[in-house]
């Protein structure tokens, strides 16, 4: 690469560059660790984006209407860092960047949103991020359809790598984007044919262009280290009616010895080579010094989007009073005051009503009355509609002839679905959920462990939640997902017992702030437990008395979902041979952990002996069936130790023994 000649032809451009390189090889240098190349390669399109083309504005980084930037290819996290400093993002002086990766500062190795205001979303997790843009994309187009392109109208552009489009979340990406034609997403692909391993070539030879093609993209393939040519793109892909993708040729650590090398990848910390680097772009100054000159030029960046904000402001005190709150209302994820009202009027007539009733059914029965009074809800389902039940009438189906609408057909991409679901919800103004069978938490795990881990409220509607689904079989009947997603942090498994915690549970879900919701729910018909109507939301306990023991408290049965019908069942038969026994309904373990210890011991007091059941495996319940400081000494699990089997479910409650006879038992053998 000539660089003399790049540096010749755009000189403020290229010093403007420069500056994100040598931040980039100054900040890896100090944290002694990192990956220096992305950036370094993908420096001369961040600029040129956000000179001519990002409307943002660092003093308001939260402005509804900004432009979104996404690093997919998250290891490139400097990029972003640089690009924040340097535009004049509060949250990211100098001294965030001469601490990178280091404790307590913003700039974690990959960006993690919510350390700091500017990152959209946290990236790392290769693929994760082009998946997550189709999100706002989708979120962007109904709000532009509802509110109009005065209030809503941006794009969200997405730099993603050969990593990003290796990982098979891409296709279903890019396959859910091509076909709904989100015409405002952007995405620059790092073209630079190198990954950790080496060459590209060595494990893949797939004509990306093609690929992006193929599922109706608009595709373009450039110097990525030609301004004109990347501007002439952006340019381009903003008019066309489809998304657009700019295959980006790039030299990875453009100007360092690593260049084009896998070396040049990681951490380029080599003091000889970093010095040698910098005069290759005639970059002057220790590490960490930028000019005032090109600072400043970085923050006139900004001018266009501070005035397109300022612009936006006086549209959007044209709207009505009410409007405009409501439009606050959305953005800020505010449950609407109905809610409350709505869910205890559900509660009090489904308990009256006490039908037997599947949990998937009833949670179709609450999105009913949700639904018309939250219109920030955006449902969907991969491919299951009619048997996760996430459909209601009012919503309408979100295609490229109704943005209006606020039902995705997913298709069957359930990772791809759980992506865009944190991508929506991170855009802010709407709220989204999304069904699949338990079974295939699996292959949206990916999603949800982000989701759980950036504070994405998203909610998962998961049915078909155990050997209860019958004649399918082993590979659809969910045994350690329960476990499995109880272990994972900052996430709230709901599985309710019958209608009414069904209710309480999504009032929960849509009232979250921070945390993500799995209901996991039956497909067979279950009775009504709670036929005695609480305003109280008794699953916000977690975990609570549902049935008490009558005389001597000698057993505490603990159960969750359908087997809270088989507690019931045991119960009855133990009070029968004079053993009192508790019913402990456990909708939600880790709320019921959240709960003081005065009001855990209430629920499960330390005498009696425990038996807990579950049609899952016993990992999650150790806590519970011991109590803290092993309270309880005698307790036993019933439930599952290995895959289910297909079957009417009947017969497999039988044979797996989890009947109220096996708990009763169980239950005995502990006395
Ligand atoms: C899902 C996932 N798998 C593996 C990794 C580890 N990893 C980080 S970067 C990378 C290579 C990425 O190659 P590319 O996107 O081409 O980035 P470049 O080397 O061009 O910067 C790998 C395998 C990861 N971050 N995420
Ligand atoms: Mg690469």
């Known amino acids: 690469m000539d660089l003399n000649a790049l540096r010749t032809a755009h000189p403020d451009h290229w010093m403007m560059a420069a500056a994100i390189r040598a931040l980039t090889l ?22 040129v984006l956000f000179r001519n083309h990002m409307n943002f504005d660092p003093a308001a980084p939260h402005w509804p209407d900004r432009d979104r930037f996404i690093l997919s290819a998250g290891h490139g996290s400097m990029l972003l860092y640089s690009l924040l400093h340097l535009t004049g993002y509060q949250d990211f002086d100098i001294d965030q960047i001469r601490n990178f990766r280091q404790w307590g500062y913003r700039t974690a190795g990959h960006p993690e949103y919510g350390h700091g205001k500017g990152i959209e979303v946290t990236t790392g997790p290769l693929g994760q991020g082009i998946a997550n843009s189709v999100g706002f994309a989708i979120a962007e187009e109904i709000q532009r359809a509802t509110w109009g392109a005065a209030i809503v109208d941006h794009h969200t552009y997405v730099m993603a790598g050969d990593g990003c489009l290796m990982e098979g979340i891409s296709q279903e990406a890019i396959g859910l984007a091509g076909m709904q034609k989100l015409s405002h997403l952007i995405v620059f692909f790092d073209n630079n044919d190198i990954t950790i391993d080496g060459h590209v070539g060595m494990a893949d030879i797939t004509d990306q262009p093609a690929r992006f093609a193929a599922s109706g993209w608009h595709v373009q393939s450039i110097d990525g280290h030609n301004p004109d040519e990347i501007d002439a793109a952006i340019t381009a892909a903003k008019a066309d009616p489809r998304p657009s993708m700019i295959a980006c040729k790039t030299h990875i650590a453009l100007g360092h010895a690593a260049q084009d090398t896998a070396k040049g990848h990681g951490a380029l910390t080599d003091a000889t080579q970093l010095q040698a680097a910098k005069d290759g772009y005639a970059w002057i100054g220790g590490a960490f010094d930028i000019s005032a000159e090109i600072k400043s030029q970085w923050e006139a960046t900004a001018a266009r989007g501070k005035a397109a904000h300022a612009a936006w402001h006086e549209r959007f005190q044209k709207l009505s009073d009410a409007k405009q709150a409501e439009f606050h209302r959305q953005q800020h994820g505010e449950a609407p005051k109905k809610l409350a009202a709505t869910i205890r009027a559900f509660k009090k007539q489904a308990s009256e009503a006490g039908k037997s009733i599947a ?17 920030e809800t955006v449902g969907g389902s991969a491919d299951l509609t009619g048997s996760n039940n996430t459909k209601t009438p009012d919503m309408g189906v979100f295609g490229p002839d109704n943005r209006k609408g606020r039902y995705i057909h997913y298709g069957i991409r359930e990772h791809g679905m759980a992506a865009a679901m944190n991508g929506i919800t991170l855009h802010g103004g709407a709220r989204a959920y999304g069904g699949t069978f338990m079974c295939f938490t699996d292959y949206a795990r990916g999603a949800m462990r982000l ?10 509607v998961m049915t078909h939640d155990s050997i209860g689904l019958g004649e399918d079989g082993p590979t659809h009947q969910p ?15 709901f599985r ?18 921070t945390t993500p919701s799995v209901l996991a729910l039956s497909r067979q018909n279950l009775p009504t437990v709670r036929t005695t109507h609480t305003n109280k939301n008794m699953t916000a306990q977690g975990g609570y008395v549902l ?14 979902g359908s087997e809270v019908e088989v507690a019931m069942a045991a119960r009855e038969a ?11 309904s456990m909708p939600c373990m880790e709320l019921f952990m959240q709960q003081d210890e005065a009001t855990r011991r209430k629920v499960l007091p330390a005498g009696p002996v425990r038996v807990a ?22 307790s036993a699990f019933v439930g599952m130790t290995g895959f289910g089997a297909s079957a009417p479910a009947e017969v497999l409650f039988e044979k797996f023994g989890i009947t109220a006879t096996k708990v009763a038992e169980a239950a005995k053998a502990l006395l």
């Not at 949990?359 to 219109?375: A, D, F, G």
């Not at 045994?479 to 498994?493: F, G, I, K, Q, Y």
């Not at 133990?574 to 402990?584: A, M, P, S």
């Open 547 to 560: 049935a008490d023991a009558e005389g001597k408290r000698q057993v505490i049965l603990i159960a969750t």
């Open 496 to 513: 309710p017992a019958d209608s009414v915690e069904t209710a309480e549970a999504w009032e929960l879900a849509l009232t979250s702030d």
């Open 26 to 47: 100054d900040a890896v240098a100090a944290a002694n660790s990192g990956h220096s190349g992305m950036p370094m390669g993908m420096a001369d399109v961040a600029t």
């Open 613 to 634: 059941v579950e049609a899952g495996v016993r990992q999650s319940w150790d806590m519970i069936l011991m109590g803290e400081r092993g309270a309880a000494k005698k």
């Open 451 to 460: 989701s759980a881990l950036m504070g994405v409220p998203a909610v998962y």
């Open 479 to 493: 045994v350690e997902h329960l476990s499995m997603l109880r272990a994972t942090p900052n996430t709230h498994v």
């Open 359 to 375: 949990t998937r059914k009833s949670s179709e029965n609450v999105l009913e009355v949700i639904n018309p009074i939250m219109q």
């Open 574 to 584: 133990l009070q029968k041979d004079g053993i009192g026994t508790r019913v402990v």
